[in-house]
Every structure is written in structure tokens, then in C-alpha cells.
């Protein structure tokens, strides 16, 4: 066993060594013409925005400082939140799975950050390579090639005209200057796709909790970067980067206003992804040794609220970042996210209550975290009032969605399908009803009883169900291939199950006194 172990470590290193390799080519394939030999910054990429000065040198348009350090600081805070579902998880295991648990999510930190910089951004935010395929970006960003860290995208023009900075009367250096006229235009192409990067990275790390305890390490060390590059790199296309869904490929009706489904922060993109493909595996997988018979409580309640603590801590630059600016809908974003999260964090614990009659503290716990999750599309389109409906249905939802999964002997360990995929979305359904012109004039929901709102309400639903559909079916094949072709299947032996994967995969312990 741990010379096949060793034999599938060396085999990834090979792996990405040679890929790598490869897209160093692309990364420098910068021409003498394109200014190079000159030591100048320019990229050559016709997306971002450059200008040519009067000896004929392409410098960089204009970025905005404070909206550059807000970025900056959500970056942070996005990738802060990884190591809080690790701990959120890790609590909620049993003691003899612990540091698998964590180990998974520290793993998907390094393989997602390498991932993304080779081929995970080229292919979510790669331009279409036609108006006809717009199922995943094109290979340009290849190795970040073309990826500036000074300049932003958006076409060039003069600063005093520029959307992004008329809208919020923001300052800006020398208004006779240069300035992006689209969006993200004020901070650098390179930090939105680092930026990028953090979603890409928490969303993988999500799916651990519905098969904890029974996947090899190795065989989810593979999975994890198949199903990165095949389902979330395409939806992320398909939603932010000019893809079908985002792009206007749904419009149902060309004379009104609405031409895709709204998704401020991933609730599409993230959750529904995450949360039906953990199902899945979850189904694949088949249940725990001891499922219903033994029990499997969390082991470490202090530890699953100190990772919700740090989950609803950087979820502000999660939402609120989204923006990509520091404005009035970010500050909008921030509000609703912690009104929706607490209003969701009551409601579970009051139904809880209710139901067992104990107010539960894991159920707070993750109550708060479906009113995050529930939020998260919804969040630069609703205002508090409408963040409370949301909070109150998550909770309720949710909460419902776990006692049918439990009802049906579903063994998605950690309730991701139940909190994630189905508050994911119900908050995509939501957004649909509640969004707020007065919030946001790109959203107009179904409460206006209008027909644009009707059509977005309409757009949303069909955007959320091709999610759910495409994520869980691909995670089916993705596993139910490996299953076939990975030496004694992806899941370890019912000895080391027994034994704890802790010990059998890794030979540590999580508490030596054990």
C-alpha cells in the first residue's frame, strides 16, 4: 500500500512538473514587438487597459489605491475562510478522522492556488473563443500569460467619462488621464484573478464534508483537480466570465431588461456547485461503517464554533469584495451578509429548539453558516429587510433539508448538500424575487411585479438548475470513472475505516493521548 501511495505522489509531481514546463513557454511568449526587449510592463492583452504615450511606450491606465488595498484585504480574508471550513469540518468529525479532515483542506489550498495560475483562471475567465461557444474561456491566461499586475481590464478612455469612477464621484490621480472604461477597471487585472482564485479554492474544499471518512487521500488529491478544471472552471465561465449563463445566452425576452441570471458572490458558482456534487459523492461513496448504528457526533464543539467565528469573519470580504470596488454597494453587501447570517443562525436554533427541546449549538452554528451561504447571490442586490426573508428561509430550508437527507439515510457526513447546495439555491431563487433596483439598478426582481422582474425570476431558476444538473452529473462520471480505474477503488478499506484515516492514511494523530 505505501509503495502505490508513493507510486501516485511521484506520479502528480511528474504530472505537474510537466505541465508546468509546458505553460512556461506560454508565459513568456511575449514577443520582442510587444515590448519585452524594452523591460516595459505591457502584456499585449487587447482586454486590459493600456495606452500609448508620446514616444510611442504602452503604460498601464489608471488604478485606484483604495479600491486596490479593499481588494487586497478581501483577497485575504476570502482565502482566511479555507482554514475556517477546516476547522468547522474538523469539529464536526469524529476524533480518529481529524487531521484527514484537515489535510484535505490544506491539500486543496496548495493544488487549487497551483491549479489556477496553470489553467484554472485561462479556462473560468479566458475570452470566448466565439459568441457560439461560451462553455469555457480560451487558453490565453495560460500561466497568468497576459495577466498584468498594473494593469486593469476594460477598454481605455478618459477618467472623467469612466463608469467606475463618475458612479461614486470617487478621486481620482490626474482626471486627464488615462482610465479603464469597464469592469473591474480600477484595481489590476492580477489581483481580480487572485481575487478569483479564493473562490476557487474555498469551493472544492466545501465538497470534504460529504465524504469524509472513506475516500483515499490520494484518490481525492486527483479528484479534486478533475473536478476543478471540469466543473467548477466551466460554471464559473458560464456565470462570470461572459459564459451562457452570464452572458446573455438565456434572455428569454430581447425588449426587457433582464439578460442573465444575477450571482453577486457565488451562490451558483460556489454552493450549488459544491453542495450537490457532495451528494454525489456522498451517494458514490455509499455510507459510513456504523452509519445509523454507532455514533458519530462531533468531537470538538469549541473547534466548529471557532471555524463558523472565522467562516462569518471573511465571508465580508467574500460578498462584499464581490463588488471589486470600495462603494456604496459594498458597504450595502457587508450589511446584509451579517443581518442575513444572524437572522439564519436564530431561526435554526429556534426550530432546533422546537424540535428537540435544546437550543444546539452546532445547529447555531450552522444555521449561521446557510444564512451565509443563502446570502451570498443576493448580497449586492437586496437591502436588509429583504436580507431578513432570506436569513429566516434559509434557516428554515435548510434546517428541513437536513432531516430529509437524514430521512432518506443520505450520508453526506456534513450536512454540505442540505447548508450549502440547497441554501445556495434557495438564495439564488431569492435573489430573483427580491433583488432591488434601489440597491442595485442591475437587479429587478419578482416582488416589482414587473415583467422584467418576472423574467429574472424566470432567468435565475434556469440558471440554478443547469448548476445543480451539470455539477452533480459530472461528479458522478469523474468518480464513478476513477472508482473503475484507481487500484482497489477510490475508497479505503473497511479496516482502515475502522481504524481511523488519520492513522491509516497519514500515520499521525490528531490528540497523542488517545
Known amino acids: 500500500m505505501k509503495n502505490r501511495n508513493h507510486k501516485y505522489a511521484l506520479l502528480l509531481v511528474v504530472a505537474v512538473a510537466s505541465v508546468s514546463a509546458g505553460v512556461m513557454t506560454q508565459a513568456f511568449a511575449q514577443t520582442v514587438e510587444q515590448g519585452m526587449s524594452k523591460g516595459d510592463q505591457y502584456t499585449g492583452n487587447t482586454n486590459e487597459c493600456w495606452y500609448k504615450d508620446s514616444s510611442g511606450n504602452m503604460l498601464p491606465c489608471a488604478i485606484d489605491s483604495g479600491d486596490t488595498a479593499w481588494i487586497l484585504t478581501s483577497t485575504s480574508l476570502v482565502l482566511f475562510m479555507t482554514p475556517g471550513v477546516a476547522f468547522f469540518y474538523g469539529g464536526l468529525a469524529r476524533s480518529k478522522n481529524m487531521v484527514n479532515v484537515i489535510g484535505m483542506t490544506l491539500i486543496v489550498m496548495g493544488l487549487i492556488s497551483v491549479q489556477w495560475v496553470l489553467w484554472g483562471y485561462s479556462l473560468a475567465f479566458g475570452p470566448n473563443t466565439s459568441d457560439g461557444n461560451k462553455f469555457m474561456g480560451a487558453l490565453d491566461y495560460v500561466g497568468f500569460n497576459k495577466v498584468s499586475h498594473v494593469a486593469p481590464l476594460g477598454v481605455e478612455g478618459p477618467c472623467d467619462t469612466s463608469a467606475a469612477v463618475t458612479s461614486r464621484a470617487q478621486y481620482v490621480p490626474n482626471h486627464d488621464g488615462h482610465c479603464s472604461q469597464g469592469w473591474p477597471g480600477t484595481v489590476p487585472h492580477q489581483l ?260 422584467e422582474g418576472y423574467e429574472q425570476q424566470a432567468l435565475n431558476i434556469i440558471g440554478a438548475c443547469i448548476s445543480v444538473g451539470y455539477a452533480f452529473g459530472i461528479t458522478v462520471v469523474i468518480l464513478k470513472v476513477m472508482d473503475a480505474v484507481w487500484p482497489g477503488g477510490i475508497r479505503v478499506t473497511p479496516k482502515e475505516e475502522e481504524i481511523g484515516l488519520d492513522l491509516a492514511q497519514h500515520g499521525e494523530r490528531a490528540y497523542v493521548n488517545e
Open 192 to 451: 481580480f484573478a487572485m481575487f478569483q482564485a479564493t473562490f476557487a479554492i474555498i469551493t472544492p474544499a466545501l465538497i470534504i464534508g460529504g465524504i469524509i471518512d472513506r475516500i483515499k487521500f490520494s484518490a481525492f488529491v486527483v479528484f479534486i483537480l478533475l473536478w476543478a478544471t471540469f466543473v467548477y472552471d466551466p460554471v464559473a465561465h458560464w456565470v462570470w466570465g461572459g459564459g451562457f449563463i452570464g452572458g446573455g445566452a438565456l434572455d428569454l425576452n430581447k425588449d426587457l431588461k433582464p439578460t442573465f441570471a444575477l450571482d453577486f458572490a457565488g451562490g451558483t458558482v460556489v454552493h450549488i456547485t459544491s453542495g450537490f456534487s457532495a451528494l454525489a459523492g456522498a451517494l458514490i461513496l455509499g455510507r459510513r461503517l456504523g452509519y445509523g448504528k454507532v455514533p458519530m457526533e462531533p468531537h470538538n464543539i469549541p473547534m466548529v464554533v471557532l471555524g463558523v467565528g472565522m467562516l462569518w469573519f471573511g465571508w465580508f470580504g467574500f460578498n462584499a469584495g464581490s463588488e471589486l470596488l470600495a462603494d456604496g454597494i459594498a458597504v450595502s453587501a457587508w450589511v446584509v451578509t451579517n443581518t442575513a447570517t444572524g437572522m439564519a443562525a436564530l431561526t435554526w436554533t429556534l426550530m432546533a429548539w422546537a424540535h428537540t427541546g435544546k437550543p444546539s449549538i452546532v445547529g447555531c452554528a450552522s444555521g449561521a453558516v446557510a444564512g451565509l451561504v443563502a446570502i451570498t447571490p443576493a448580497s449586492g442586490f437586496v437591502g436588509p429587510m429583504g436580507s431578513l426573508i432570506i436569513g429566516i428561509a434559509a434557516g428554515t430550508i435548510c434546517y428541513g433539508c437536513v432531516a430529509f437527507k437524514a430521512s432518506r439515510k443520505w450520508d453526506d457526513a456534513l450536512d454540505v448538500w442540505g447548508v450549502h447546495g440547497m441554501g445556495g439555491f434557495s438564495g439564488a431563487i431569492l435573489t430573483g424575487t427580491l433583488a432591488s433596483p434601489h440597491i442595485n439598478s442591475v437587479g429587478v426582481g419578482a416582488w416589482t411585479g414587473t415583467p
